[in-house]
């Protein structure tokens, strides 16, 4: 059975912390995502990475970075974490290739910074 | 750009009915469509993904169907229970980019 799996279901931290947030596959996917999501504005796209050291800026990088050193882990970086970046996270993955592209999600990281 | 709409957003029936949810796309250039669907505080979960190739996918009492041509496809989720009170998106795959398109979803609930 496929999985992705993210380090925390919830989690709180203090305005200008520095914040982790890990995401694992187990599929042997290329590309990997992180997502923000927040009621009234839907999904909307961090980062996105298609390889190991590759990443591309989404929608919303500002305040954000990633790294992915290794094919089955992409993390999430809150440089200084600010209260308009407590949000609902989410990561995905997806094989690249055969024209599928079909994504599985994680179970997301509640995230509320105070 | 792609754009992706669902209507209705919200979404209230009783139980036992049939029930249709839509998802329009404006560039029908598309290589798939996944539907995916979403219980309060959790991850999404894939229910159906139909490639550009393809008409339709079943899976249990839910049926997807996608017409290109007209930029649409429908969720189609028979004798509706209780449990399948979530919010349901659609994404659209496109322009030779791995990055999907999302509707905002469409709110669920199934009353008894």
């Known amino acids: 059975d496929v999985k992705v799996t993210q380090s925390s279901r919830y989690l709180v931290k203090r305005t200008g912390e520095k914040v982790f947030l890990e995401c694992v596959q187990d599929m042997d996917h290329e590309n990997m995502f992180w997502y923000r999501q927040d009621p009234g504005l839907g999904l909307r796209l961090i980062y996105f990475s298609y390889d190991v050291k590759m990443k591309e800026k989404g929608d919303i990088p500002e305040g954000y970075s990633v790294s992915r050193e290794k094919k089955e882990r992409f993390s999430l970086i809150l440089e200084s974490a600010s209260t308009n970046q407590t949000s609902m996270y989410l990561c995905?993955?997806?094989?690249?290739?055969?024209?599928?592209?079909?994504?599985?999600f994680g179970p997301g990281t509640r995230l509320t910074v105070t | 750009k792609q754009e992706v709409t669902q209507i209705p957003a919200a979404l209230s029936v009783p139980e036992g009915e049939n029930l249709v949810l839509n998802c329009s796309f404006t560039?029908?250039?598309?290589?798939?469509l996944q539907w995916f669907r979403q219980d309060p505080g959790k991850g999404l979960t894939s229910l159906l993904l139909i490639q550009s190739s393809q008409r339709e996918q079943t899976s249990g009492r839910l049926n997807a169907s996608l017409d290109k041509s007209s930029g649409r496809s429908t969720l189609y989720i028979a004798a509706s229970q209780p449990g399948d009170s979530a919010t349901y998106l659609c994404?659209?795959?496109?322009?030779?980019?791995?990055?999907?398109?999302f509707g905002r979803g469409t709110s669920l609930i199934v009353h008894p």
């Open positions: 995905a993955s997806s094989h690249r290739g055969g024209w599928s592209y079909e994504q599985y």
């Open positions: 560039d029908s250039a598309i290589y798939n």
């Open positions: 994404a659209v795959g496109s322009g030779g980019s791995y990055i999907p398109t």
